[in-house]
């Protein structure tokens, strides 16, 4: 399935306008370097603040916690050791 450029440009666009998230970015990368990148949504919920570009620098530290979490819960799963039924 093909996904035109203006589509994932739109869907970030949207989705920060129904605040997922103040700033948005998606790369696309091979081998040999970056393909495409799109960015939107603005450095902070305020509508005057400056906007996402290649500039803006994210902080993945909050990603840790779930990330590892989901990790720890799936390598439990494929162990056997939890179930999605699991209460």
Same mark, same amino acid.
């Given at each position: ?9 739109? $869907?970030? !666009?949207?989705?920060?306008? =129904? ?11 091979? /081998?040999?370097?970056?393909?495409? $990148?799109?960015?939107?949504? +603005?450095?902070?919920?305020? +509508? +005057? /603040?400056?906007?996402?570009? !290649? ?8 990603? $840790?916690?779930? =990330? /590892? $979490?989901? =990790?720890?819960?799936?390598? +439990?799963? !494929? ?7 699991? /209460?």
């Amino acid at each position: 399935m093909k996904i035109a450029p203006f589509q994932v440009q739109q $869907t970030l !666009e949207q989705a920060a306008s =129904l605040g997922v998230a103040p700033a948005l970015a998606l790369g696309v990368c091979r /081998s040999l370097g970056p393909v495409k $990148t799109w960015y939107a949504g +603005r450095l902070q919920m305020d +509508r +005057r /603040s400056a906007p996402c570009d !290649e500039h803006t620098i994210f902080d993945l530290a909050s990603l $840790t916690k779930p =990330l /590892s $979490t989901t =990790l720890a819960i799936l390598k +439990r799963i !494929e162990g056997g050791v939890l179930t999605l039924s699991a /209460s």
